[in-house]
């Protein structure tokens, strides 16, 4: 037979801070965070393909993004659970996510495009401690719980920053070159502002 799982209070909070205060900081956290990660996604190969990028290296931009996340993000978990701690993750995450944005609307070239993706996936990488820190706030048994609030305010994020940075694109012209290249800024520029 097996023991009754415990529906122990959840952890502690921020002093200052109640618990309902401290979720529903984490879910717009957690929206806003993927939406700086996705809302130029729309633009990103055009507006690699506007900056003299081959069809090669616009491959790259885009993958990028995933190669620096199949890198790190399993030793990242790692190295989160061995020292015991999220935060320090968690707000790396947020400052390379602000780096990457940073570098995709100053990029003067298609490589600074990849390297912005790399720091971009990074970023993304840390998603892990953050999944785990907002989990710790439920008792047990409600983990599946917190992992769905979760999974619901990054992919509304997703959806609505995908349509938003088509928006800007589609506000600023469709035009080639000119047009994608200031709209693919724009939603550069607001990824930055979102996080």
């Known amino acids: 037979m097996t023991a009754p799982v415990s529906a122990a209070p959840a952890v502690s909070t921020r002093p200052g801070l109640s618990r309902r205060t401290t979720l529903v900081?984490?879910?717009?956290?957690?929206?806003?965070?993927?939406?700086?990660l996705y809302v130029y996604g729309p633009v990103l190969s055009v507006y690699a393909r506007s900056m003299g990028a081959s069809l090669a290296l616009v491959g790259l931009?885009?993958?990028?993004?995933?190669?620096?996340?199949?890198?790190v993000?399993?030793?990242?978990?790692?190295?989160?659970?061995?020292i015991g701690r999220r935060r320090p993750f968690v707000l790396a995450g947020l400052v390379l996510g602000g780096l990457g944005c940073a570098g995709l609307v100053l990029a003067p070239s298609p490589w600074f495009l990849v390297a912005s993706r790399f720091v971009l996936g990074l970023s993304a990488a840390?998603?892990?401690?953050?999944?785990?820190?907002?989990?710790?706030?439920?008792?047990?048994?409600?983990?599946?719980?917190?992992?769905?609030?979760?999974?619901?305010?990054g992919g509304a994020?997703?959806?609505?920053?995908?349509?938003?940075?088509?928006?800007?694109?589609?506000?600023?012209?469709?035009?080639?070159?000119?047009?994608?290249?200031?709209?693919?800024?724009?939603?550069?520029?607001?990824?930055?502002w979102v996080l």
């Open 157 to 192: 994020s997703q959806a609505v920053s995908g349509l938003v940075g088509a928006g800007v694109m589609l506000g600023v012209g469709v035009g080639v070159g000119v047009g994608e290249s200031r709209g693919a800024r724009r939603a550069g520029a607001q990824s930055c």
């Open 25 to 36: 900081l984490f879910w717009f956290g957690t929206f806003f965070f993927w939406s700086a």
């Open 61 to 71: 931009v885009v993958g990028a993004y995933g190669l620096s996340q199949l890198l």
């Open 126 to 153: 840390t998603w892990v401690a953050y999944s785990v820190m907002f989990a710790s706030y439920f008792p047990l048994n409600r983990a599946a719980h917190a992992m769905s609030i979760l999974a619901f305010a």
């Open 73 to 82: 993000r399993i030793p990242l978990g790692y190295w989160s659970d061995v």
